[in-house]
């Protein structure tokens, strides 16, 4: 199974943007790129989805590189609420093979 | 109303007991999933059910059964729990054509 490296921490400052990069270079052509969060003491949560192009939610923005062995997702201004471990992903159809990584914890400074 | 309610949401138990988690999903999913959350806060998929028919097994011991009745629910049977059983488990569904996954809250299970 195709896997996904990010970054253990990121730390960022309320109100500002956030970048948050994930590397996937062994994804095949019918791996989708999600993305989730969990909030501390919560269950894990979706956030954005993604095949080739762009996508942006009212939660945050994915952007997909051309040869797609990278993605960011971007959060256009954290909030305090905004900390948590975020998850990128790959799964390779709706319903089965979705592995977690070790995530990337975002800090968020008042 | 909870989309992916699981009870208890804690279990503290001894070692060498049986214990289950129950995980119910009102969304009307069709793949439901348990998943184990160790220590170290490392998500790791246990189980996957579909239309109530086991799809996924990822080398989970035998002591541990799920149990699916009906598409809304999927428990999980622990027999002669370790100490090595504790950690947080989750249950998750997905299904009507959306690639969103519901989690539940979690049931942290300590055995002692």
Not at chain 1, 70 to 91: G, P
Request: aromatic share 10%; proline share 5%.
């Amino acid at each position: 199974d195709a896997k996904t490296t990010q970054p253990n921490s990121m730390e960022s400052n309320e109100e500002e943007p956030v970048h948050l990069p994930c590397n996937h270079s062994t994804i095949s052509g019918t791996d989708y790129i999600h993305w989730y969060r969990q909030l501390p003491s919560q269950g894990p949560e979706y956030v954005i989805h993604g095949l080739t192009s762009n996508v942006n939610n009212r939660m945050a923005s994915l952007a997909i590189a051309e040869d797609r062995k990278s993605s960011t997702l971007i959060l256009h201004r954290a909030t305090l609420r905004d900390a948590a471990v975020y998850y990128c992903i790959l799964r390779w159809d709706n319903f089965n093979k979705f592995y977690f990584g070790s995530g990337t914890k975002l800090n968020v400074k008042p | 109303d909870t989309a992916v309610s699981q009870t208890p949401k804690y279990l503290v138990t001894q070692m060498g007991n049986d214990k289950s988690i129950k995980c119910e999903q009102n969304l009307g999913h069709d793949t439901m999933y348990w998943y184990k959350q160790d220590s170290k806060k490392f998500l790791k998929i246990m189980f996957s059910y579909n239309n109530k028919e086991l799809i996924i097994n990822e080398t989970v011991p035998n002591r541990f059964s799920p149990k699916s009745p009906d598409k809304a629910h999927l428990n999980l049977h622990i027999n002669s729990l370790e100490l090595g059983d504790s950690a947080v488990y989750f249950c998750a569904s997905t299904g009507g054509g959306s690639p969103e996954a519901f989690f539940g809250q979690g049931t942290r299970l300590t055995v002692v």
